[in-house]
């Protein structure tokens, strides 16, 4: 088959792979058929992430048709349509049982934070991702769901991570009716996150960045006032400014450790790895939330340290909520709100790439070339 296949930092390259075999009788191969690239495979691409093979291939937003299924497999049959969620989980475990899926104690023999992840190196797990055209699924009567009918392929891909993420993002940021939200990035999950938080009620949603063409599509797509901040002296001020001086209510991390916007803490985190990434975001966010305020938290950080606030926000008595989102667990209300017509995740899908051209496809979102919100990978 052909899969992606990382290189090294800003190498990767498509090559013939054998087709995954089942490994375990709750295993099932999934014939890939549409995939997507995330803001967290950049920081694969980037070579952020500890534990990166070369040889592994990436994706963990994929959905696809199911070609094989081991013995013990009894939710799914071949042929079926599936989504899979990007998180890889028991189901069963202390912390699946809390609903806490990402953080699942069976899948990754890292297990001390994150669980497994398709196609996210060996600190989430070594498994191979969807970015290929077959992929093993292990566990399969636990994450994938058959895809609900008349439910269009390119809203069900986004659901298994972006669109599930940015929801979850808003749920962590707990608003109450009236609340003002302020999101850090307006990347696929800053669109979702932000455009959710008015289904939670939210009375206003201010969505910061600094690229122009994404804080279009967050006036567009998600109804948000925006600001970039590379357009004002001091973004932290000009926030304080439009909340009445007090600090937003609520504030989403739709960032994380690639963060712009303070040369020395890029230079520190992402050139010299001092730091377990750019804690810029995060410390906005900590300056711009008010007093007893709640921070949520989506944008991936490694593990090491960082120059991270943490004083500031213990004296403010800040809330912070983060995770890696248990994208599964949004799926019942996304799915409600997609089919309702409140909600087209796939206006935000900016490229189409076939599977043979995904290191152009890398490329474009690394660099936030042609306008690229998101990019689907198609199959044949
Ligand atoms: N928690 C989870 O489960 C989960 C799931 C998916 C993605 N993520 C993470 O969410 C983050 C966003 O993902 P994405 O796909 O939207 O990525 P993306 O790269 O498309 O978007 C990031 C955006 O942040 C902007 N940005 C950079 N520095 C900024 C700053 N200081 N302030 C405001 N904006 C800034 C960039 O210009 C870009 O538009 C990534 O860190 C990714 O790893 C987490
Ligand atoms: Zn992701
Ligand atoms: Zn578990």
């Not at 269009?152 to 609340?179: N, R, S, W």
């Not at 003002?180 to 696929?188: L, R, S």
């Not at 709100?337 to 087209?344: D, T, V």
């Not at 796939?346 to 990019?375: M, Q, V, W």
Request: glycine share 10%; charged share 20%.
């Amino acid at each position: 088959m052909r899969a992606m296949v990382y290189r090294g930092p800003y190498k990767i390259r498509v090559e013939e792979k054998d087709i995954p075999k089942i490994e375990h009788p709750n295993d099932a191969i999934v014939r890939v058929t549409r995939a997507a690239i995330c803001g967290s495979d950049l920081h694969l691409y980037h070579g952020m992430m500890p534990d990166t093979r070369v040889g592994t291939t990436f994706g963990h937003e994929f959905i696809g048709v199911v070609h094989e299924v081991g013995p013990s497999v009894e939710n799914l049959a071949v042929g079926d349509r599936v989504m899979v969620p990007f998180n890889i989980y028991c189901g069963t475990c202390y912390f699946c049982r809390k609903g806490l899926y990402s953080n699942c104690h069976n899948v990754n023999p890292n297990a001390t934070a994150v669980g497994g992840i398709y196609g996210y190196s060996h600190t989430c797990g070594g498994y191979d991702g969807g970015q290929a055209e077959f992929v093993r699924v292990p566990l399969a009567d636990v994450g994938p769901s058959i895809i609900p009918e008349g439910l269009h392929d390119e809203d069900a891909l986004l659901m298994t991570d972006a669109l599930a993420t940015g929801y979850f993002g808003a749920q962590l940021g707990d608003i109450v009716e009236g609340d003002t939200v302020v999101v850090f990035g307006a990347g696929p999950v800053g669109l979702f996150a932000a455009r959710s938080a008015w289904l939670m009620g939210a009375g206003r949603v201010i969505v910061v960045d600094h690229l122009d063409y994404r804080l279009q599509k967050a006036r567009e797509f998600a109804f948000a006032e925006t600001v970039s901040f590379t357009e004002v002296d001091d973004i932290v001020l000009e926030l304080k400014k439009q909340t009445d001086w007090l600090g937003a209510d609520v504030v989403i991390d739709a960032v994380g450790a690639e963060a712009d916007g303070n040369l020395v803490q890029h230079i520190t985190a992402a050139k010299f790895k001092l730091q377990g990434g750019s804690p810029v975001a995060l410390n906005w966010a900590i300056d711009s939330v008010r007093k007893g305020g709640t921070i949520s938290v989506m944008g991936a950080y490694g593990p090491l340290f960082s120059a991270v606030k943490f004083g500031d926000a213990m004296n403010k008595g800040l809330t912070i909520r983060t995770n890696q989102a248990p994208a599964k667990r949004q799926w019942p209300r996304l799915l409600e709100h997609i089919q309702a017509g409140r909600l087209s995740p796939r206006d935000i899908i900016t490229h189409r790439i076939p599977l043979e051209h995904i290191a152009d496809g890398y490329h474009l979102f690394s660099a936030k070339l042609d306008n690229c919100i998101k990019t689907v990978i198609t199959t044949n």
